[in-house]
C-alpha cells in the first residue's frame, strides 16, 4: 500500500516560496535575534525573581559570615545588580550565545574552591574592632593569598518552562511568516 501526491503548479509554487523564506538568512537573524533576548529575559528573571538552577534546584544560602556583610535590600547574585546587569546575548553565525563577560560570572555559574591571589592595594578602612572609626583611614594592603570557596549558583541554561517558552516563540515567528 502506497500514498500518492501529486502537487502542480500554483501550489508548488507556494511550497517553494515558503521554503524560501524559512531559508531566508534574513529570517533566520530575527528568529536568533529572538530566541537571544527571550534566554536573556529569562535569564534575568531567573537571578532577579527565581533564586533557582535552570534544573528548579534552589541556590546555596550564604554563609553565616558572608550573610552578615550583606545588606537587607541584597539578595543572591544580586549584591549591586552588576551581574544581572551585564547578562547579554550575542549573535555568530547560527548561534546565540548568552552570558556575562565579567570575570567572576563564572564563579558562580560553576562554583569555585581554591586559592586566590591578591594583589597589593589601599583601603578605606571606617571601623575596627566592630567599631566606628571618628575618622577614616586609608590602609596598605600587602599582596597575598586568599582561600575562596563559592557553592555553584548555575544561572545560565533553560529551565523547561524556558524551552516551553522558546518553543512556542519559535512556533509563533515561522507560523507569521507562513502566513
Given amino acids: 500500500m ?4 501529486n502537487i502542480q503548479g500554483a501550489e508548488l509554487q ?3 516560496a515558503h521554503i524560501q523564506k524559512i531559508n531566508d538568512p ?3 537573524e530575527r528568529l536568533l535575534d529572538l530566541i537571544g533576548a527571550e534566554v ?3 535569564t534575568h528573571r531567573r537571578i532577579r525573581d527565581e533564586k533557582t538552577a535552570p534544573d528548579g534546584s534552589a541556590w546555596p544560602e550564604w554563609s553565616t559570615s558572608y550573610a552578615a556583610t550583606r545588606h537587607g535590600n541584597q539578595s543572591l547574585l544580586m549584591g549591586g545588580g ?3 546587569d551585564s547578562i547579554q546575548y550575542l549573535v555568530r553565525g547560527k548561534k546565540v550565545h548568552v552570558g556575562s563577560p565579567l570575570a567572576y560570572a563564572a564563579v558562580h555559574q560553576e562554583g569555585f574552591d581554591g586559592a586566590v591571589n591578591i594583589s597589593a592595594h589601599n583601603r578605606l578602612i ?3 574592632f566592630g567599631k566606628a572609626l571618628k575618622s577614616p583611614v586609608w590602609q596598605t594592603v600587602k599582596p597575598h593569598t586568599r582561600q575562596m570557596q563559592t557553592p555553584q549558583r548555575e544561572y545560565l541554561g533553560l529551565s523547561t518552562e524556558n524551552q516551553q517558552d522558546l518553543q512556542a516563540l519559535i512556533g509563533d ?3 507569521d511568516i507562513l502566513r
Fill in 126 to 128: 571606617r571601623q575596627a
Fill in 40 to 42: 536573556e529575559s529569562q
Fill in 82 to 84: 552588576e551581574l544581572d
Fill in 2 to 5: 502506497g500514498i500518492s501526491v
Fill in 14 to 16: 507556494g511550497i517553494f
Fill in 173 to 175: 515567528f515561522y507560523g
Fill in 26 to 28: 534574513a529570517n533566520r
